[in-house]
């Protein structure tokens, strides 16, 4: 049986009134082979072009999904490598053709849970709890609706009581990861789902499992973000939107004399992660600090020697191994971590300080962690100004104890993520342009390209007129666009 990593998520399309639709999962890339021999329904014997892969209690799928007469059936007994496919008794429903294909499947059912809150604990709906295992019935699921181009399941009036719901796949033994939370009411404006479905209706079309599908959707809706967030304006500037800024408050602590941070542990990932376009605003616990360029921030750091511990350093020892020791003196003191350490012999080619107290002043009371900063010679203090480069926001000090522990407070343009599945829903607060980018590149899949290019142009110019309106309302704004 399938893990639950290995099973697919699946994605919920649509809630309309009490029915939910949902998208079966993508078996392109499953083990494929095809009827040999035409298949006499509730017979046993299904002799395939090549049954390499297959094995007993697997269960496949006979026809092209979306097909009416498409069937899973369980593989009933060991598969010999050969053509020789033995499938349960009976299990046929109908005949198939030479040629048609068969399909090993993971994904057999749909477990549908409801929610009172978005990623809150669910429940089994009513009428799903109620299904009992018989024959190729799946406890407390609904099986996947092969035969037509996705599932759907009408709920009972008791099932229609929860704000949200979400589903999982199984194979009878596992489960998958959930899929999003949908609300009662059905997927969100400005969802996935909700644009495709209006593109779909500006270009009279519909999902057709073919040309048009669910994941090909999908891409086109994540194609129109990029196309918003990468708009280049009359001036020849990246456009930068009001709903792309963000603020984080506890993602990054100050550690003592340690003046690197990487940028990359924001919650938000930055539109500009290495440079300072893009940031607004940042401060030090409740006090701002001010931006400065690499070159006057590395003037502040001209002649000191910084390196890094090379092996582990615990309380008491005489020693301590750094990854560079060319620049220290031959005795002296440096700063490691909050210890501030004695030594009184440096051996350059291991990069080793020796003659380190075992206690008392200049002893190194705790333990520290390869990588940990070590200088010698600065000052370390209160930071007042920061700089970004190579992914990372550097300060202008070290910081002293009296800063250690303190959040580096961010307000800045971040990168909007791609969408994973056609029930997420879009931060772009403009999602009425969609439909017209979408049914374009509709139009264009269809050969149809006079409309398609009609309707990009309604696009272009709608974006055009949304990016004339949208402002970055900050207080640091006029400072913003000296960059």
Do not use: C
Request: aromatic share 8%; proline share 3%; hydrophobic share 35%.
């Amino acid at each position: 049986m399938a893990s639950p990593d290995v099973l697919q998520t699946p994605q919920i399309i649509s809630i309309k009134g009490s029915t939910i639709r949902i998208a079966h999962p993508d078996i392109s890339g499953y083990i494929r082979t095809s009827v040999a021999t035409a298949h006499v329904a509730g017979t046993t014997a299904l002799v395939a072009a090549d049954n390499h892969g297959f094995l007993d209690n697997d269960y496949v799928l006979l026809g092209e999904v979306g097909d009416a007469k498409t069937e899973d059936v369980d593989i009933a007994a060991t598969v010999t490598r050969g053509t020789a496919i033995t499938i349960t008794t009976g299990i046929t429903k109908f005949g198939h053709s030479l040629d048609a294909p068969i399909t090993k499947i993971l994904e057999r059912g749909i477990t549908i849970y409801g929610a009172a809150t978005d990623g809150g604990a669910g429940t089994i709906i009513e009428s799903i709890d109620a299904y009992a295992a018989s024959g190729r019935q799946l406890t407390n699921a609904v099986m996947i609706q092969w035969d037509q181009d996705y599932t759907e399941f009408t709920m009972i009036s008791t099932d229609t009581a929860y704000a949200y719901y979400y589903v999982v796949f199984t194979d009878g033994t596992t489960v998958s990861s959930s899929s999003d939370y949908v609300l009662a009411a059905g997927p969100a404006y400005n969802s996935a789902i909700s644009m495709a479905e209006a593109g779909l209706r500006e270009a009279n079309a519909e999902i057709d499992g073919d040309l048009i599908t669910n994941d090909w959707m999908l891409d086109i809706v994540n194609d129109w973000q990029d196309e918003v967030t990468q708009y280049i304006t009359n001036d020849g500037y990246t456009k930068d939107w009001s709903f792309e800024l963000a603020e984080n408050l506890s993602s990054i602590t100050t550690t003592q004399n340690e003046e690197k941070y990487a940028l990359s542990s924001l919650t938000l990932a930055m539109k500009y992660p290495d440079t300072h376009k893009g940031i607004f605003h940042v401060r030090l616990g409740e006090n701002k600090i001010e931006y400065i360029d690499l070159d006057n921030l590395l003037n502040a750091y001209d002649g000191i020697p910084r390196t890094e511990v090379k092996t582990e350093a615990s309380a008491a020892d005489t020693s301590i191994v750094l990854d560079n020791t060319y620049e220290f003196a031959e005795s002296g003191s440096v700063f490691v971590g909050p210890d501030t350490v004695t030594y009184t012999g440096n051996t350059e080619s291991t990069g080793t300080l020796t003659g380190i107290p075992a206690s008392g002043t200049g002893s190194i009371t705790q333990t520290h962690v390869v990588d940990t900063v070590v200088w010698q010679g600065v000052s370390p203090g209160v930071p007042t100004k920061y700089t970004v480069f190579n992914g990372e926001i550097i300060l202008n000090k070290p910081p002293n104890s009296a800063s250690t522990n303190l959040k580096i407070k961010m307000r800045y343009l971040y990168d909007i993520a791609r969408l994973t599945s056609l029930s997420e829903v879009t931060v772009i607060t403009i999602p009425h342009t969609a439909k017209y980018y979408l049914a374009s590149r509709i139009e264009s899949r269809k050969g149809n390209l006079e409309n398609s290019e009609r309707l990009m142009a309604r696009f272009r110019d709608l974006l055009e007129r949304e990016a004339l309106r949208d402002q970055l309302q900050v207080t640091e704004q006029f400072e913003y666009y000296q960059f």
